[in-house]
């Protein structure tokens, strides 16, 4: 057992049989009471996120996650099929598990995986990746009614919004958590 304290972005803790995992955190102090720990959680399953506040020291269970570096291989129907990178032994990982990471994933990517007790919980991408531009309409210098940004579909399949200058075969890159576009890469 751990205490409030301890607590730090990206621990995991177990409350009421549910994994959180810890978004961001703040001590506070006032001038007047005691101190607490303000926090904001989500949930490794489905998603949710809530706002929670711990006493100063009072006891949390931190569960035990191991975070690997995996390379992703391919997908097999609806799972996920992934290499551990020191070991070589593969992992499957469900589509559930997976979710918009699928959006951004390309064959021998790296990734990492939080493991706990032997079933993955959840796949952490790089800030941002570099991806081409499969299809997009050629952008006319006139055409400002969309604000500049044009409908782009990516080589994962997913669709961005782009500069109206970026043609076909242009490779971008992309912010994994929002799904925006960041620039050109040139190489």
């Given at each position: 057992m751990a205490t409030s304290n301890d607590i730090k972005n990206g621990t995991?803790?177990?409350m009421?049989?549910?994994?959180?995992?810890?978004?961001?955190?703040?001590?506070?102090?006032?001038?007047?009471g005691g101190?607490?720990?303000?926090?904001?959680?989500?949930?490794?399953v489905s998603g949710k996120a809530v706002d929670k506040t711990f006493n100063a020291g009072a006891k949390v269970d931190v569960a035990t996650v191991d975070r690997s570096e995996y390379q992703y291989l391919y997908q097999d129907g609806e799972d996920f099929i992934f290499m551990d990178t020191t070991d070589f032994d593969q992992l499957l990982v469900p589509g559930n598990v997976v979710g918009n990471a699928t959006n951004f994933m390309l064959e021998n990517q790296n990734v990492n995986?939080?493991?706990h007790e032997g079933a993955p919980l959840y796949?952490?991408?790089?800030?941002s990746v570099t991806l081409e531009i499969t299809y997009t309409e050629p952008g006319l210098q006139g055409d400002r009614?969309?604000?500049?940004?044009?409908?782009?579909?990516?080589?994962t399949g997913y669709q961005?919004?782009?500069p109206l200058f970026v043609d076909n075969g242009t490779k971008v890159k992309v912010d994994t958590r929002t799904g925006e576009y960041l620039g050109r890469v040139n190489e």
């Open positions: 995991v803790l177990n009421d049989g549910q994994l959180w995992s810890v978004l961001e955190f703040q001590h506070v102090k006032p001038g007047k101190a607490f720990v303000r926090t904001k959680l989500r949930n490794v995986i939080a493991i796949i952490e991408l790089p800030p009614s969309s604000g500049g940004t044009k409908p782009a579909t990516l080589e961005i919004g782009v």
